[in-house]
């Protein structure tokens, strides 16, 4: 607990507010939670006893083949590493991919849309839609009778 | 809850014919402390009933693993508060909210959530809580409303007590900054 001496020196004005749980809960919810995860975990249970027996089966053979891959990943990177000369190497679409999907969620979204805000749109280019739109038509296997009689 | 009582039932959970009872009982035990906590971060009832439940299952699903050196009150708070901050990251993910916005969609969450009621005073106090960093309020939430030793947040949050007491310094006097300009 903080000492209301403490909390007074600091913050007067807060320590006048009475300490009040302002959110409430529909009635009767905390009777009824724990039948309803019971309930759930009854669920999850019963799944787990099919899945438990596969498992066990497969859990041995899957930790030695994650270990021979990390192994082989390890291996092949110091190779590469020793092979190259370490400067400018280019980046492949598929890894610059890679490494965005896997750095998505430390991407700054602010930074992302200022970038794109900043990407000029040649507005001269004439992109003919209506042909573009056609062609996906034609290339569909499209009843066209019925869509005439339709209209 | 005494720490007797959690070993007992820990030796229960671990029979499989007493396994259910003794779960059932450490979900009456620490509901609603868990439930509170996991509320003021989320601040909306239904997300916070999903949070809690997926807390519990967490709980079930890794009992067996608990080490007893550890309080399982605490180790309850931990995977509620990692559950309830993952539950904002995705949230916020897909909706799409800029991280430095994200104090305002906790109160808009505020402003526009059901089962919420207090007066003028006290919705001011928790605009102000909204307002802080998601850690910030947090800290801040566990040591004035949940009334924990900071040795016990230490514990849960995984940092130092010179942390949370720098954290819960700063949080109070911006509280105390915001109702005074209000």
Same mark, same amino acid.
């Given at each position: ?151 | ?25 450490? /979900?009456? %035990? ?9 509320? +003021?971060?989320? *601040? &909306?009832?239904? #997300?916070? $009933? ?28 931990? /995977?509620? %508060? ?9 949230? +916020?993910?897909? *909706? &799409?909210?800029? #991280?430095? $916005? ?81």
């Amino acid at each position: 607990m903080i000492p209301m001496k403490e909390l007074n020196k600091i913050a007067p004005n807060l320590s006048k507010i009475k300490k009040e749980n302002v959110f409430r809960v529909p009635d009767g919810y905390f009777e009824e939670f724990p039948g309803k995860l019971m309930e759930r975990i009854g669920h999850q249970g019963d799944r787990q006893e099919i899945l438990r027996p596969l498992q066990r089966f497969f859990k041995p053979p899957l930790a030695i083949a994650a270990a021979i891959l990390v192994f082989a990943i390890l291996g092949y990177l110091s190779i590469r590493y020793l092979f190259s000369d370490g400067v400018n190497q280019e980046l492949s679409p598929q890894e610059i991919a890679e490494y965005i999907e896997y750095y998505s969620s430390d991407l700054d979204e602010g930074l992302y849309y200022e970038v794109l805000d900043e990407i000029e749109v040649d507005e001269t280019v004439d992109i003919d839609y209506e042909e573009i739109i056609i062609d996906y038509l034609l290339g569909q296997d499209v009843d066209y009778q019925s869509i005439m009689e339709n209209l | 809850m005494s720490g007797n009582r959690d070993k007992e039932l820990l030796a229960l959970f671990k029979e499989k014919e007493s396994r259910n009872y003794a779960f059932n009982q450490i /979900i009456h %035990t620490y509901q609603e402390r868990l439930y509170w906590h996991v509320r +003021r971060i989320v *601040v &909306l009832h239904e #997300d916070a $009933d999903d949070v809690l439940q997926n807390t519990f299952l967490k709980a079930w699903n890794g009992l067996d693993d608990f080490k007893e050196g550890s309080r399982l009150y605490t180790w309850l708070y931990r /995977i509620a %508060t990692n559950e309830a901050l993952s539950f904002l990251k995705k949230k +916020r993910k897909r *909706v &799409l909210i800029p #991280d430095h $916005d994200f104090e305002n969609s906790v109160m808009n969450r505020f402003e526009e959530g059901d089962y919420i009621d207090g007066d003028e005073i006290q919705m001011k106090l928790q605009k102000a809580i909204c307002t802080l960093p998601e850690k910030q309020r947090i800290v801040f939430n566990m040591k004035y409303y949940d009334e924990m030793k900071y040795e016990e947040m230490a514990e849960i949050l995984k940092t130092s007590v010179g942390a949370l007491k720098a954290s819960f310094h700063h949080a109070v006097k911006k509280i105390e900054k915001m109702i005074q300009e209000d």
